[in-house]
């Protein structure tokens, strides 16, 4: 007996069938990864779980230089003038958005790096503002991104890091300027003077 031959076209109908289902189901996939990267307060709060673990300060000497990044803080430490002080900043490389929250400290001097870890940090953040005087280093607001860029979190936060023992601490100030970032602050005569910002929750841009 002969072969039964096939109904044409009804192996390629079979095939489209299918790859329109693998379609659907990436389709699927890469939308709840997007979701995913699009819950920043789910990443903030795992973020924050995964700080709530750290139980000691931790320097590591001579480490490579900090990875690119822009929208940190660099300062200079007033108790050792050879001393700066980086902190924070974000990195987009070309899919997605890495925020910090690491500090190092640079000695020019001795040109090495130092990154110190430590209990109680602030959150991940770029576009803050610092400000060093005398044994402490302020730092205030700035802004989480999403890693699709399609969120953002600005903070209204003011913490002071202690310059000889690495320790940071929120300050709970009353009355404070509203969450944002981008804006300009410094010191003068004993105070902190900020000036403007900016605030974007996709709804609203003041």
Not at 117 to 126: A, D, F, L, Q, V
Not at 152 to 178: A, C, I, M
Request: charged share 35%; with cysteine; aromatic share 10%.
């Amino acid at each position: 007996m002969g072969k039964r031959q096939k109904k044409p076209g009804k192996g390629k109908e079979k095939t489209e069938k299918k790859t329109a289902k693998a379609e659907e189901k990436r389709a699927r996939r890469d939308d709840k990864k997007l979701a995913e990267e699009d819950d920043i307060d789910a990443i903030l709060a795992k973020i924050q779980k995964e700080e709530a673990k750290k139980v000691e300060i931790y320097i590591e000497e001579n480490v490579p230089a900090p990875s690119p990044r822009c929208n940190c803080s660099v300062t200079v430490n007033p108790l050792r003038e050879s001393e700066l002080i980086l902190y924070g900043g974000e990195h987009y490389n070309g899919a997605k958005t890495s925020v910090f929250g690491d500090l190092y400290r640079y000695n020019a001097e001795k040109n090495d790096w130092k990154r110190v870890s430590s209990p109680n940090s602030p959150s991940p953040r770029s576009a803050h503002q610092a400000i060093a005087w005398k044994n402490w280093l302020f730092i205030f607001g700035g802004e989480f991104t999403s890693p699709n860029q399609e969120r953002f979190h600005h903070y209204k936060d003011l913490w002071r890091f202690d310059l000889s023992s690495n320790v940071w601490e929120p300050l709970q100030v009353k009355g404070g300027p509203s969450p944002r970032s981008g804006h300009r602050m410094v010191l003068h005569k004993h105070k902190l003077i900020l000036f403007g910002g900016f605030y974007d929750n996709l709804r609203d841009i003041r």
